[in-house]
């Protein structure tokens, strides 16, 4: 099954990671309006100020020349020591003229008309505008535009250059939190991915968490069904396999009784012949039925640490006193004194004279069958036989697969063994054409490195 291409972990670091950006701009954000407008008040509060200060002063000072001072094109300015004014004010009569100003004041009015209040000026200066106490005048203070611009900016770059930082940090600690978090689902994960197809044991809940315990309590519900089920399956299959061995071969030998008595060469004699031919393939079919329900038990996994050579001599040997198979068989160890792996020494021989059943079935009646040790942990059968088609071959380990309905077999055996070598740890792979040959067909048993502290039985 293809993956869906994205992980619960990447979509929950992602998501929190996204959250915490956001939920931290927006805060940002608030913050700068509400320092942007507390800043407003209080440089507003300070215009005001000011503007209450001077006006009476001034006023107080050169009142009497304010009055007595002709309209002139050149406002005069106050005496002071040139410098840089942060705030710059005007005093206006209630026509707009200025009569009096700050050395670096406009000689124009700030803002028209004379009124008290704030406004803002065309070139963006804040403005503050007062009437003296007798009506007849007025005092205009301007605030530089870019005065308040600068703190809202320091204020934005200070709440928005820590995020810089932090958020390295916080998505680290999500990324630590959610790995912690999901480390039950992973586990399980695990669980599940390390067992067998024949492992239905049920899951562990202990350690899990109430949501995860609650659906692992369902699926092992579920596992518990369908061990119940297979376990019906595979004791029905044993229990007739087992039941028909005893009457197949009393019906075997009774008909090969009876072909002697006709004849063999009689055409009741031939039926009776045929029908024997019939009882073996029963008992066959039967005998493979029998140890494939021992595979499906998973007795392959009760295994130890063995030296299997002794084993795979007497296979070959056994299968080459076959009849009509004499000189057929040849083994070959690559001079090695021992063949170790972890196996089962009974289903490991059940897997190894299906393979060298299967070659001498199938391939031409005078190939050498060719049983190989090595290198590795590799045990491989091969034979000569017509090829078989990439399509078909990954179809041959199909319980009742056969590529021939003509031929005789139970389309069983690669299926023991491919259930019988994955429950050990190892892999079969199947070749056509046979390793370093241009026609043929090969088996290869590759087993797992056995552990060390199994002792060797």
Excluded at 61 to 74: F, I, M, N, R
Excluded at 87 to 101: A, N, P
Excluded at 170 to 177: C, D, G, L, N
Excluded at 292 to 305: E, I, K, N, Q
């Amino acid at each position: 099954m293809k993956a869906s291409g994205w992980t619960l972990r990447g979509r929950l670091i992602r998501s929190l990671a996204l959250g915490i950006i956001l939920s931290w701009l927006a805060a940002a954000a608030l913050a700068v309006l509400a320092v942007r407008f507390k800043l407003h008040e209080e440089f507003d509060s300070v215009l005001q100020e000011t503007a209450q200060h001077l006006l009476p002063s001034i006023l107080a000072d050169y009142g009497v020349a304010l009055k007595a001072a002709p309209a002139s094109a050149t406002p005069p300015t106050l005496p002071a020591v040139p410098h840089d004014e942060y705030i710059t004010y005007q005093i206006l009569s209630l026509d707009g003229q200025v009569q009096l100003r700050s050395h670096q004041a406009p000689m124009q009015a700030f803002v028209l008309p004379v009124a008290t209040g704030f406004a803002w000026d065309p070139l963006g200066r804040r403005v503050y505008s007062e009437l003296s106490v007798d009506g007849r005048h007025a005092i205009e203070i301007a605030e530089p535009a870019g005065h308040r611009t600068e703190p809202i900016i320091h204020t934005i770059l200070l709440l928005l250059l820590p995020l810089g930082g932090l958020v390295p940090v916080a998505i680290w600690f999500i990324r630590r939190s959610v790995r912690h978090g999901l480390a039950p689902l992973l586990a399980l994960q695990r669980e599940i991915a390390g067992r067998s197809r024949s492992n239905l044991k049920p899951l562990p809940v202990s350690s899990l968490p109430e949501e995860l315990g609650r659906m692992v309590a369902d699926v092992n519900l579920l596992l518990h069904r369908l061990a119940q089920a297979m376990e019906s399956e595979r004791s029905f299959a044993a229990n007739s396999a087992h039941e028909l061995r005893t009457p197949v071969a009393a019906a075997m030998a009774q008909t090969q009784l009876l072909a002697a008595h006709l004849g063999e060469a009689t055409p009741l004699g031939r039926r009776a012949l045929a029908i024997v031919a019939e009882l073996r393939r029963m008992s066959h079919l039967a005998e493979r039925l029998l140890q494939l329900s021992r595979a499906d038990a998973g007795v392959a996994m009760a295994s130890d640490t063995l030296d299997a050579l002794p084993l795979v001599a007497m296979l070959a040997a056994d299968a080459d006193r076959q009849a009509g198979h004499a000189g057929r068989v040849r083994l070959e160890t690559g001079g090695a004194a021992s063949f170790i792996v972890r196996a089962d020494l009974d289903t490991l021989g059940i897997a190894i004279r299906n393979l060298l059943d299967n070659a001498l079935l199938h391939g031409t009646p005078d190939g050498v069958i060719l049983l190989r040790l090595g290198p590795g942990r590799v045990l491989s059968v091969s034979n000569d036989s017509p090829l078989v088609e990439p399509a078909e071959l990954a179809t041959l380990t199909e319980r009742f697969r056969r590529l021939d309905d003509n031929r005789p077999g139970s389309g069983l055996g690669l299926a023991i063994v491919e259930t019988i070598i994955r429950q050990l740890g190892g892999t079969l792979h199947l070749h056509s054409p046979a390793r370093g040959m241009m026609t043929g067909f090969e088996a290869v048993l590759e087993f797992p490195e056995p552990s060390p502290d199994h002792e060797l039985k």
